[in-house]
Each structure stands twice: as structure tokens, then as C-alpha cells.
């Protein structure tokens, strides 16, 4: 196991995280399902293998009703049965927001169209700025080495 290298950084601006932590209860007054919220969070945290976020992420899908099955296989939805279409869509849009440069064409209209069916707009932003925000916290987790279960 690696050792952290420094604070969160949004914990030694704390100013930032006031405002990280703003639009994350902005985010989850808008009315979306607070359980497709925190599987997208948690798959992002997976796929950018961000610790602290990804025990998180379990933890958060845990109370907002994730199974233990879905919890376990989120990595592997596409192979599962345990996920309806409207989650598969938003972790469709979870993997290709998360991973922009992989593709030449990163959020591809077939994986947007599938989103839009099942959410509207503020329902697609509300989704958005959680894989967004969840990105960011990845981001300045993973690169100092934030420790899961430090928090």
C-alpha cells in the first residue's frame, strides 16, 4: 500500500471544498435518483481507481438502495441482469464522459440518445455535473495517494 503523499488539497483550501461540497448538494436537490447518482459515481471512481471515492461510491450506493449484486458488478453492468436500462444508460454516459481521449468522437450520439431517453434535461445535468464532480475528486485523490476509509 502506498502512503499519501499530502492533504486532499481541497482540504487545505478550504474555500474549495466549500464550494465542491455546494455543488454536490446543489446536484442532489435536483431531484435525480440518488441511487443512479452514486452508481455513476461509482464507476468513474473505479475506472480512474480512485480508493477513497470507490469505497465511497459503495458506501453511497448502499444507501440509496444499490443491491449487493449491483454494488459488486458494477464494473461488469454490460454482463449482468442486475441493472435496468435507465442505469445501464446513465453508466454508459458515465464511462464515456470519464474517458474523453479514448475515443475520437468521446461521447458518442448513440450514448447520448440512450441518456436522453431516460432523463431529461435537468435529470442529464444533474448526471453530468456527478460524473464531473466525481472526476475531480478522483483527480486530486489518486494523484496524492488518498487513503480509503481516511476520511
Request: charged share 20%; aromatic share 6%.
Amino acid at each position: 500500500m502506498s502512503t499519501e503523499r499530502m492533504p486532499n488539497p481541497a482540504v487545505l483550501i478550504p474555500e474549495a471544498m466549500e464550494a465542491l461540497m455546494a455543488v454536490n448538494r446543489a446536484v442532489a436537490g435536483a431531484g435525480m435518483d440518488g441511487r443512479v447518482l452514486a452508481l455513476s459515481h461509482l464507476r468513474a471512481s473505479q475506472i480512474n481507481g480512485c480508493a477513497p471515492c470507490v469505497a465511497g461510491g459503495v458506501h453511497q450506493a448502499r444507501q440509496h438502495g444499490a443491491s449487493a449484486e449491483q454494488v459488486h458488478a458494477v464494473a461488469a453492468w454490460r454482463e449482468t441482469p442486475w441493472f435496468s436500462d435507465e442505469e445501464r444508460a446513465a453508466l454508459a454516459l458515465t464511462e464515456a464522459v470519464t474517458r474523453l481521449a479514448d475515443h475520437p468522437d468521446p461521447v458518442p450520439d448513440q450514448v447520448w440518445d440512450i441518456a436522453a431517453t431516460y432523463f431529461d434535461q435537468k435529470e442529464l445535468a444533474a448526471l453530468l455535473l456527478t460524473i464531473a464532480m466525481t472526476n475531480a475528486f478522483n483527480r486530486l485523490n489518486a494523484p496524492t495517494r488518498q487513503q480509503a476509509g481516511a476520511w
